[in-house]
Structures are given as structure tokens and as C-alpha cells.
């Protein structure tokens, strides 16, 4: 876990929270009380964000003691301790909302890879995200997809070339915008082109793709594509590809299925935490 990142990250969700301190806590409990605390599963899914809830309760108490029950990735049902943490009672109720969100959004994230990636246990193809992720919260996300099964796409524009329908109508098609990326990148970058027919799939085929990205194609025409291109590059589909359509757009062939929904609509694992004596 990145702490540089990371702790940027729940520093502004303390200022969103907390931004001129905890009028309840602190006009309420003693600065020298002591509690202990656990944090308990209440459904069944994968549980991610464990480190992140630590660092939490650590940025607010630096002597807090943390015992973690359970790891990112593992299953867990209801009733399931997940973790205790023990020190400044103001400190755990301070950072209680704030750990809680982090640790049920992650492991809601993860739980939805999850569902998607044991229906392709024993196929070729891998469930990968996108960036359709919460606003500075991309890093942690695409974390919690790796937890759930799932593998990652490009982290940024910055990681690699993608070249989208609006590339190629700005440059003027696929061949073109190619080629002129190509000057300029460096060799070990790769270059995907999305393509909507077969006609793209032959150009970016011809300009010397090296991912092409089959976007909400039929399963008729997914298998034809993946005919044409015959391993002479990744072939990835896109489109709206939920459960149902899963496995089929699997055994086309493909090799990489991008799912948004896993990050953009994933809903909460209901996770509490509670004081205990």
C-alpha cells in the first residue's frame, strides 16, 4: 500500500468529515479514554481495504492497536470479525465513518469482480476495469478489483495508447491516428485501437495494432473479428457486458473483457464497527 497516496487520500476525507474538528466527540469524551472496537461483516462478499482502515485509525492515533482477522480477497459471511483496533476512544470515533467507508466501498468493489470473475474460472478470458472510477479514488479501486479477481486496465491516459472513436474521427481514421502516435511514443508502449466493425478491425489489423478492442459488437460479429485478427493481437470487447452476456462474449475467444460496472456501480458491503468492553 502506497502511504503517500493513500494518506492523501483519507487527509481530505478527514477535512470533508471533520473540517473544524468532531463537535460531538470531543465536548463528550475525555482526551485520556480508552476504547476498544471490532468491525464485523454483516453479508457475505470479499472483504478489501483492511490496510486502508488501519491507516486511518493510525493518522489519528499513532499508538492505536490494530489486530486484522481476516485478509483483502477473503470471503467472509455475516457475523464475521474482520478486524480489532484498541487506543484514543476520540481517535476511534473520529475515524469510524471514515474507515467504514473506505473498507465497505473497496470490498463492495471487490465483491462485484468477484461475481464476475468466478464465471470465467476455466476460460482463457480476464475480467479487467476501466476508468469509469470514482474521482480520486482510481488507485484504491482498481486495488480492490486485483482483490476481487479481476486484473486492471491502464491506470491513466499517461500508462498507455487507447484510440477511441473520437480519435479516429478527429484524425481522421484509424491508419492515421496510428501512425502518428507511433512517431512519437516510445517503443514499449502498446497501441490499442477501439473498433466498431469489421472493416476497423481490418485497418487496425493493417496499421499494426497491438490490442483491438471490439466495442458492443454483436457475439455473431465478436466471433468473426476474432477469426480475422487470428492472434495477431489482443482482442478485447466492450460494450455494456453484464453477467448474463458474460461467458458468451467469453467464448468468442476474446481474450480481455472491460467491465465498468465493477467500479461505477458497485454497490456497499455492509460492514459495523462497534465498541466492545
Avoid: W
Avoid at 464485523?40 to 489519528?60: D, N
Avoid at 490494530?66 to 483496533?85: N, Q, T
Avoid at 466493425?197 to 454483436?218: C, F, K, P, R
Amino acid at each position: 500500500m502506497k502511504y503517500l497516496q493513500l494518506d492523501e487520500v483519507i487527509m481530505r476525507a478527514f477535512q470533508e468529515d471533520m473540517p473544524m474538528g468532531d463537535i460531538t466527540t470531543d465536548n463528550i469524551i475525555s482526551i485520556e479514554s480508552k476504547s476498544k472496537a471490532t468491525l464485523t461483516a454483516k453479508q457475505s462478499g470479499v472483504v478489501c481495504g483492511i490496510e486502508v482502515a488501519k491507516r486511518v485509525f493510525e493518522l489519528l492515533d499513532a499508538n492505536v492497536e490494530f489486530e486484522a482477522l481476516r485478509a483483502d480477497g477473503d470471503l467472509v459471511g455475516p457475523g464475521d470479525l474482520i478486524m480489532r483496533v484498541a487506543g484514543n476512544s476520540r481517535a476511534l470515533l473520529k475515524g469510524e465513518r471514515t474507515a467504514l467507508n473506505f473498507i465497505q466501498h473497496l470490498s463492495g468493489v471487490a465483491t462485484e469482480t468477484n461475481k464476475y470473475a468466478k464465471l470465467l474460472e476455466g476460460l482463457k478470458t480476464k475480467v479487467v476495469d476501466t476508468r469509469k472510477t470514482t474521482p480520486g479514488l482510481r488507485y484504491l479501486e482498481k486495488y480492490a478489483v486485483a482483490c476481487g479477481g479481476g486484473s486492471n486496465h491502464r491506470f491513466s491516459l499517461s500508462d498507455g495508447v487507447l484510440i477511441k472513436d473520437n480519435h479516429i474521427k478527429a484524425a481522421g481514421g484509424i491508419s492515421n491516428a496510428v501512425s502518428r502516435v507511433r512517431e512519437k511514443i516510445p517503443h514499449t508502449v502498446k497501441i490499442e485501437v477501439e473498433t466498431e466493425s469489421l472493416e476497423m478491425v481490418q485497418e487496425a489489423l493493417d496499421s499494426g495494432a497491438d490490442i483491438i478492442m471490439l466495442d458492443n459488437m454483436t457475439i455473431e460479429k465478436m466471433t468473426q473479428a476474432v477469426g480475422l485478427i487470428s492472434g495477431r493481437a489482443l482482442v478485447e470487447a466492450s460494450g455494456d457486458i453484464d453477467e448474463k452476456k458474460l461467458v458468451e462474449v467469453a467464448k468468442t475467444g476474446v481474450d480481455i473483457i472491460s467491465i465498468g460496472r465493477i467500479t461505477r456501480s458497485a454497490g456497499s458491503l455492509d460492514i459495523s464497527m462497534r465498541f466492545v468492553d
